[in-house]
């Protein structure tokens, strides 16, 4: 399962930071070493540190183009009922 860091992983499997050793090798990230809580922590840090200012008052109202991404496509499709075809994965139950 790829993720954005060991660190990130680190929240999903704990057993991937069993022990210090695995900690020291996978987990090495500053501020992000794969404890619990640790994006909660980080998004505290950035609410902080940007409380006092308007960081999106430049940013333009104009929606890019939608991507080629799913997303998007299967939500507009549950919604609407427009057929959206993908090839994916699902749970076999049986």
Excluded at 36 to 52: P, W
Aim: charged fraction near 20%; aromatic fraction near 14%.
């Amino acid at each position: 399962m790829m993720t954005e860091s060991t660190g990130h992983l680190a929240e999903y499997v704990p057993w991937f930071r069993k022990n210090q050793k695995a900690l020291d090798l996978y987990c090495d990230e500053p501020g992000f070493g794969g404890e619990s809580g640790a994006y909660y922590n980080f998004s505290k840090y950035v609410t902080g540190k940007y409380s006092d200012e308007q960081i999106l008052a430049e940013e333009s109202v104009m929606l890019p183009a939608r991507s080629i991404e799913y997303g998007s496509y299967v939500i507009e499709a549950l919604e609407t009922g427009r057929t959206f075809k993908l090839n994916g994965n699902v749970i076999n139950g049986g």
